[in-house]
């Protein structure tokens, strides 16, 4: 993985914006923040303690803090952690994969980002350690990118489908050279079944943006409103059709410790 992690940093220091992709860059941002938000509302009870592996720049982090939560937050990009702790965050440079906690120390875990960076043994490690530091009948919530919407991304040029393509389908290989370094696109029950072999229960997977949040990227500002409204409405009406759900962009697994 010291390849990718060295993308990982490069991507998100020095040719992305991650504290405006949640935000300004486009209105499936903030879609993807509120619905995430009220996702996590209902697992995830005020005044918890709750440990943000991943976390970015801290929005996610200070939402739950706004709520009473005690939020300690982690990420591997220092540059994150840096504008993160500027804005209130209690944040660290961290390595999803060797969490520096001790057991059940946390009421809850959330991994919106890390899974879809890491290879399997990864992911696998990343969950394992989650768990570890989230109490007996603790949550757990992770994210996945869909492999539906990568596919459809990697087969939008004419002619006939690429072998790469097919693999994005059929393995959720990322196609070589792309500038998003992730490792892997999920399918929603690849998912709860990589949280539930790390000792997950009761795991549920949601479709975060829903079937048109993708459209949301190239809507203008002037719309924004009005669209992101009727986006989330249809988010929230196609979370229970399995169909429609892994049309998200972002899938997001929620579970409770064993």
Request: glycine share 10%; aromatic share 4%; proline share 5%.
């Amino acid at each position: 993985m010291g390849e990718l992690d060295t993308r990982i940093r490069h991507y998100y220091t020095d040719l992305f914006d991650e504290d405006a992709r949640l935000t300004t860059r486009s209105p499936q941002g903030p879609l993807e923040f509120d619905r995430t938000q009220a996702l996590l509302a209902a697992a995830i009870a005020d005044g918890s303690r709750v440990l943000d592996i991943g976390g970015g720049t801290g929005h996610h982090a200070r939402a739950l803090a706004e709520r009473g939560c005690i939020v300690e937050m982690l990420d591997p990009v220092p540059a994150h952690v840096k504008t993160a702790a500027s804005q209130g965050v209690r944040a660290s440079v961290g390595d999803a994969r060797a969490l520096d906690y001790p057991d059940d120390s946390f009421d809850a875990a959330i991994l919106l980002g890390p899974l879809y960076h890491l290879d399997r043994a990864g992911r696998e490690r990343a969950l394992t350690e989650a768990v570890r530091v989230t109490r007996p009948g603790g949550v757990i919530a992770a994210v996945g990118l869909s492999r539906w919407v990568a596919f459809q991304r990697a087969a939008s040029g004419d002619g006939p489908l690429s072998a790469e393509a097919l693999d994005v389908l059929r393995h959720g290989r990322p196609l070589r050279g792309q500038r998003f370094p992730a490792a892997h696109f999920h399918t929603a029950n690849e998912l709860a079944a990589e949280l539930a072999r790390a000792g997950i229960d009761q795991v549920v997977v949601h479709g975060v943006e829903g079937p048109v949040g993708t459209l949301l990227e190239s809507v203008s500002a002037e719309d924004a409103l009005a669209v992101a409204e009727s986006a989330r409405l249809i988010a929230e009406l196609a979370d229970d059709v399995p169909a429609l759900r892994d049309q998200s962009v972002h899938l997001l697994a929620i579970g409770v410790v064993d």
